[in-house]
């Protein structure tokens, strides 16, 4: 019987892949056993036998085939973004036109609004959260500086201007979210909504944000110290940080069809997996017990396979909510809720990932309060965003 | 349909410099096998052709190891279309992130470690894993001709080619892609890990072991045939 480890060695020397001690060690073996000259020749065998499979060729013209697909797409891509800049115009347009209708003159208090470097230049920040209620001033929009920003990303190689675009829809939509909020029609069991001001009346706002505490691991994540929570405000957001948003949402996908966690997928995600586009994505998991949920969390763990390190352990647990907010920010949030600071003491978010999520967030929501800083982020943000966007999940409250 | 698609020479490529036409006519039998150093320089040059605008100078690249790729893609898979759909995936990837290759390890290193993530992506869409009778892989594939021996032999020939296709399916992704890598491939222990992206004695290892779950696969087949 030969040992583990010479059978290694041998197994090495078959593909002549020795130190020259390990090949006088297995010499000698080969020279004394005929167990090991056997072994040897066995996997020469199965090794002839592997070698006699026929090489295969790819179909004829596969080369030339790819190439004139893939100088169409470009061609395809060129002619996309500039109707792209058309359309990010045409929803700015929009876009402006609901903002100064919600910022209309009106008695009240203002909200917490966090990332102060990125909202500072339009957004007075408080001096303290006693400092009570602070007046948005009308935003100072600059069209122009928005179009030159999205040129120079353009012309940076920044590859994601349709997901601007959304963004913009997005913040539309949320913008009348926050109309339905003020008339009593939000139903927290049913919202899509995640986070930010909230119109009341007038241009008053009110911070609505949802607490949710931090976890790293599949293991703390605790439902049940989440229903009560949960029960008020509907929604969970789970920030995933990832190198491959695609790769990971796929993930999750097959993770929650082995846990039978029902996922619901957006069309929007849909599209971009078909698509291979990296975005922020949202899933949305509906009925949902606590058991499953963290079988769905540990079989997306589970799942993660990849070959290349690069992608091995590439999701983490990043942040549970959409933005990071300073902590004067944090305290007033918890304030607004009733909920004791301390809560808040800790940066909720602080990794890469999740501050580019916020920076655009704030890019379309404030489009013309990016501070100098900021504008230099956006503008650094090239090509693929494989590695600085999160994937965000959105759990909705379930029985 | 074909006919659309004119074959890839140094005619077709106009773009080309006369030092990349070179290049693309110089391709051998053993073409794919980066062998010494002036390969990994010709492949620097090409990859810096295309970073400047060369589309052409990609499609040598492509038309260098496309056959060894899909080979392997399809000895892994077990099925050509599946094999030929992520060879396309992943020479678009290739194409969309060439730009970013910096170099840091050979140009078919890296290819072929973007088509094995594509390949494992579609594995795991697929799962549960196909059964083994309804795998293309069922069907012939003939090799070469000149080998020796009659009909009588070419059908034993064949029946072995299929009894270690099915035992390769068997065996576990992880183990089956250092069998393809080593056996298939022909790659050296540097060369899996670099694309595995593991120690060269983790490689050892995992193709000893990989190695023994095979032998016992065909040996467990084959008293099934029994």
Not at chain 2, 96 to 122: C, E, P, Q
Request: charged fraction near 25%.
């Amino acid at each position: 019987m030969l040992s583990e480890s010479l059978q290694e060695l041998l197994s090495a020397y078959v593909d002549g892949e020795l130190s020259p001690t390990e090949y006088e060690r297995v010499m000698s073996a080969l020279r004394d056993s005929a167990i090991a000259r056997d072994y040897v020749a066995g996997l020469r065998s199965m090794s002839k036998q592997l070698k006699a499979l026929p090489t295969l060729q790819c179909p004829p013209q596969f080369t030339t085939k790819f190439l004139q697909e893939r100088k169409q797409v470009q061609v395809k891509s060129r002619n996309r973004r500039y109707g792209m800049i058309a359309a990010i115009a045409a929803s700015l347009f929009i876009g402006v036109g609901i903002w100064w209708y919600v910022n209309q003159p009106g008695p009240g208090t203002l909200p917490v609004l966090g990332n102060g470097n990125i909202a500072k230049n339009t957004i007075p920040q408080p001096t303290s959260p006693e400092q009570g209620p602070i007046i948005v001033p009308k935003p100072k929009f600059d069209l122009s500086s928005y179009a030159s920003l999205a040129q120079e990303a353009l012309a940076a190689g920044y590859d994601e201007l349709d997901l601007w675009q959304e963004r913009l829809s997005q913040s539309i939509a949320w913008l009348n979210q926050a109309e339905a909020i003020r008339e009593g029609k939000f139903q927290a069991n049913q919202s899509t909504l995640l986070t930010g001001p909230v119109k009341q009346s007038g241009n008053v706002f009110k911070t609505l944000e949802i607490p949710i505490p931090l976890f790293s691991t599949p293991a703390d994540f605790k439902l049940s110290s989440l229903q009560e929570r949960w029960s008020k405000k509907g929604l969970f957001v789970l920030d995933l940080s990832s190198k491959d948003t695609v790769k990971t949402l796929r993930r999750l996908i097959e993770a929650g069809q082995e846990a039978k966690v029902p996922l619901v997928v957006d069309d929007e995600v849909k599209q971009r997996l078909a698509k291979q586009l990296p975005a922020i994505f949202m899933v949305y998991l509906e009925n949902v017990t606590e058991e499953q949920v963290a079988a769905w969390l540990k079989a997306f763990e589970k799942a993660d396979y990849w070959p290349s390190s690069e992608l091995r352990g590439d999701a983490t647990c990043q942040s549970l909510l959409l933005y990071s907010l300073d902590a004067q920010g944090r305290t007033q949030v918890a304030r607004s809720l009733g909920l004791a600071p301390e809560q808040w003491a800790q940066p909720v978010s602080t990794g890469a990932a999740s501050k580019a999520v916020a920076l655009s967030y704030y890019s379309y929501r404030l489009p013309t309060s990016l501070s100098e800083e900021s504008r230099k982020a956006v503008a650094g943000l090239k090509g693929p965003m494989k590695d600085r966007l999160s994937l965000v999940v959105m759990v909705r409250a379930g029985k | 349909m074909s006919a659309a698609y004119p074959a890839l020479n140094s005619e077709k490529t106009p773009s080309l410099s006369a030092h990349e036409q070179d290049n693309n006519r110089e391709l051998s039998p053993d073409q794919g096998r980066p062998t010494d150093r002036s390969q990994e320089a010709d492949e620097a040059h090409l990859l810096k052709a295309f970073q400047r605008g060369n589309v052409e100078a990609f499609g040598v690249l492509v038309h260098r190891y496309q056959d060894r790729l899909y080979t392997a893609l399809t000895r892994f898979l077990d099925n050509k279309e599946d094999a030929l759909d992520v060879l396309q995936d992943t020479f678009m990837s290739a194409f969309a992130n060439a730009g970013n290759f910096k170099g840091n390890s050979r140009f078919y290193t890296w290819v072929y470690r973007i088509g094995m993530n594509h390949a494992i992506d579609l594995h795991r869409k697929k799962k549960p894993r196909a059964t083994i009778s309804i795998y293309q892989g069922d069907q012939p594939e003939y090799a070469d001709p000149r080998e020796d021996g009659g009909p009588h032999e070419e059908m034993i020939r064949e029946e072995e080619r299929q009894l270690i296709r099915k035992a390769l399916q068997i065996l576990s992704a992880e183990h089956r892609m250092v069998i393809v890598m080593k056996e298939i491939d022909d790659m050296r222990y540097e060369e899996i890990a670099e694309v595995l992206e593991v120690p060269v004695g983790t490689v050892r290892s995992r193709l000893h072991r990989a190695r023994s779950e095979l032998k016992l696969v065909i040996e467990k087949l084959q008293a099934e045939d029994e």
